[in-house]
């Protein structure tokens, strides 16, 4: 689980149609969740009521994070039942075989995944320090909704700073799998939607004695 959260899709556009809305209003804007800190964003001029948001597709930066953590939780839970006795490799291999790509290509999307589930963590654990800096200033059970107090300015750069690890890991990808490559591996990705970050279900194992592949 992260510290950065957000509350809808990173851009949320609403219709705004005279002859089906009543006359607009003006919101609060739009906010970036974080584990009881709220960011406000700048203003948005919505439709008071019958707004219905238009499906906007998810940015680079939140679609490659999700495929990145799940490859790293992966592993991560391949690491766990290797402890334990048991072994669950096949976990390493579940989602090259998925998007199709060769062995080579697939170590080549462990070790990027690897390294951007652990840059983005390092960012979000210096994101915590000031979060809960800005708790213990400004207690939730003292903060009146009506009158937020303004939230500490560097984490809009820190949120930055970790959608471009991001995306100089996909970056990177892209170079390791060659245009072609990166291209089916892509759509294949946009095909699926972004992944929750959370750990993917534990897939069964495989039957006595099937090869591995």
Known sequence: ???????????????????????????????????????ILPP?????????????????????YGIFHHVAVLNRMA?????????RSNLRQLVRLRAGLTEA????????????????AAQ?????????????????ELINPSFPPVTPPVLASMWQDRN?????????????LGEADFAKFDQFLRAKGPLPATHPPLPPLPAAGAAQK
Not at 3 to 28: A, D, E, N, V, Y
Not at 124 to 140: E, G, L, N, R, V
Not at 164 to 176: K, P, T
């Open 1 to 39: 689980m992260t510290f950065f959260k957000l509350l809808g899709p990173p851009t949320q556009l609403f219709s705004l149609s005279s002859s089906s809305c009543p006359p607009p209003r003006r919101t609060k804007g739009a906010r970036w969740l974080l584990p009881g800190l709220v960011l």
């Open 44 to 64: 948005l001029t919505v439709c008071a009521q019958n707004a219905q948001p238009q499906p906007v597709a998810a940015p680079d930066s939140v679609l490659y």
């Open 79 to 87: 690491d766990a039942a290797q402890k334990q006795g048991q072994d």
């Open 105 to 120: 290509e697939g170590e080549s999307l462990q070790a990027i995944s690897l390294q951007c589930d652990s840059d983005v």
């Open 124 to 140: 979000d654990a210096k994101a915590k320090i000031i979060i809960d800096q800005f708790h213990a200033q400004y207690p939730s």
């Open 164 to 176: 471009n690890i991001v995306l100089a890991a996909r970056d990177q990808l892209r170079i390791e």
